[in-house]
């Protein structure tokens, strides 16, 4: 089974400071990881993917995020947040090991960056 | 980029009406469309996995007599609540998978559906 754990309900962090969102994971086979964000009253918008190749994966509107194999984690990074940036983020993970292809998603921590 | 888009994005209505929802995959073919539901303040909770031509694939405890789903081509799915009542009250969002198992899901704005 896969299984994907955000630590943290909520992360608050000023304007222009760097921002961290947790993800770790637990999959059977290779992972196949995601993060997705989401808008109030919206569906989930695509950021970043890690498949295989560089550790260090860039995204959309200048998020990253870093895998890390032997602690099993795909924090996501920002170098400075934006108050546009609060919102729910959703870290996804899929493996060729579950048997389907189903995203298995973490419950989500809400980023609130204050000005 | 790929964009997958997904109407109504609200209902409201009464008790044992029947609500249909479409999910489109405007600029790509999706082979599979999921449909998910969301509950306040949690996370995504699968539903089921509609494959093209074929029967949906239910989860565990998602009654299929109640949540109809029709993947008729490669870039349609819909989702019908039938004889809704207040307790089926949700966010529904629907996403579609680029071909390629390593190929990113795409999701549309969501459905509030809201049964009075």
Known sequence: AQSVAQPEDQVNVAEGNPLTVKCTYSVSGNPYLFWYVQYPNRGLQFLLKYITGDNLVKGSYGFEA?????QTSFHLKKPSALVSDSALYFCAVWS?????????????????VIP | GAVVSQH????ICKSGTSVKIECRS???QA???FWYRQFPKQS???????????KATYEQGVEKDKFLINHASLTLSTLTVASAHP???????????????NQP????????????
């Open chain 2, 26 to 28: 405007l600029d790509f």
């Open chain 2, 87 to 101: 307790e089926d009250s949700s966010f529904y969002i629907c996403s579609a998978r680029e071909q390629g198992l």
């Open chain 2, 8 to 11: 109504p994005s609200r209902v």
């Open chain 2, 44 to 54: 995504l909770m699968l539903m089921a996995t509609s494959n093209e031509g074929s």
């Open chain 1, 96 to 112: 060729s090991g579950a048997g389907s292809y189903q995203l298995t998603f973490g419950k989500g921590t809400k980023l609130s």
């Open chain 2, 105 to 116: 899901q795409h999701f549309g704005d969501g459905t509030r559906l809201s049964i009075l």
């Open chain 1, 66 to 70: 870093e895998f890390n194999k032997s």
């Open chain 2, 31 to 33: 082979t599979t469309m």
